[in-house]
């Protein structure tokens, strides 16, 4: 059974530009989770979609946006990239939970986005 | 506020020692506990879950512990190898809109 999967793997943007990350979840899992970790940094919550809906976002600015599709897979967009965007992006997904945050959570490989 | 903290923020041992890493947690109204192991500039992989109503998980020579009421878990590794070393991260869920992540324990084993 396949993972989580994200694209692209790396991204390199220079400040102004747009980043579009994707996301897969597990089969059969409806919960999609965005993180951010800069580096030396621990991880910082971003987005929680679930059903397709988006349940809650992080203290993020709202150029950091995203949406999940009918198949629940997920895409991340961060528009006007700034220089302190750069950092690892992991999306993470879990079993349906009736809209609830309690599900085990599995993690893909991240996407390496730098910002020039 | 959920508050996550683990210690320590890095271990260095020999090949084949046994080895603790703890996590505390400031509210012990929580739903799981996850354990994570994450490779430099890797993804995270799970490595063990523990329940609300369980006391530990067990897998290979993995043992996750849990105790709300001190708000403590802690994951012993037996006869670690150098294939262990990296960043150790604990989770905890509390059923509500995200989960909060400690710092983490950067694990090096000599060989």
């Known amino acids: 059974e396949a993972g989580v999967t994200q694209s692209p793997t790396h991204l390199i943007k220079t400040r102004g530009q747009q980043a579009t990350l994707r996301c897969s979840p597990i089969?059969?899992?409806?919960?999609v989770y965005w993180y951010q970790q800069a580096l030396g940094l621990g991880l910082q919550f971003l987005l929680w979609y679930d059903e397709g809906e988006e349940r809650n976002r992080g203290n993020f600015p709202p150029r950091f946006s995203g949406r999940q599709f009918p198949n629940y897979s997920s895409e991340l967009n961060v528009n006007a990239l700034e220089l302190e965007d750069s950092a690892l992006y992991l999306c993470?997904?879990?079993?349906?939970?009736?809209?609830?945050?309690?599900?085990?959570?599995?993690f893909g490989e991240g996407s390496r986005l730098t910002v020039l | 506020k959920q508050e996550v903290t683990q210690i320590p923020a890095a271990l260095s041992v020999p090949e084949g020692e046994n080895l603790v890493l703890n996590c505390s947690f400031t509210d012990s109204a929580i739903y799981n506990l996850q354990w994570f192991r994450q490779d430099h500039g890797k993804g995270l992989t799970s490595l063990l879950l523990?329940?609300?109503?369980?006391r530990e998980q067990t897998s290979g020579r993995l043992n996750a512990s849990l105790d709300k009421s001190s708000g403590r878990s802690t994951l012993y590794i037996a006869a670690s190898q150098p294939g262990d070393s990296a960043t150790y991260l604990c989770?905890?869920?509390?059923?509500?809109?995200?989960?909060?992540f400690g710092a983490g324990t950067r694990l090096f084993v000599k060989a």
């Open positions: 089969s059969g899992h409806t919960s």
């Open positions: 989770a905890v869920n509390t059923g509500g809109f995200k989960t909060i």
């Open positions: 993470a997904s879990s079993l349906p939970s009736g809209g609830l945050n309690t599900g085990e959570l599995f």
């Open positions: 523990i329940q609300s109503s369980q």
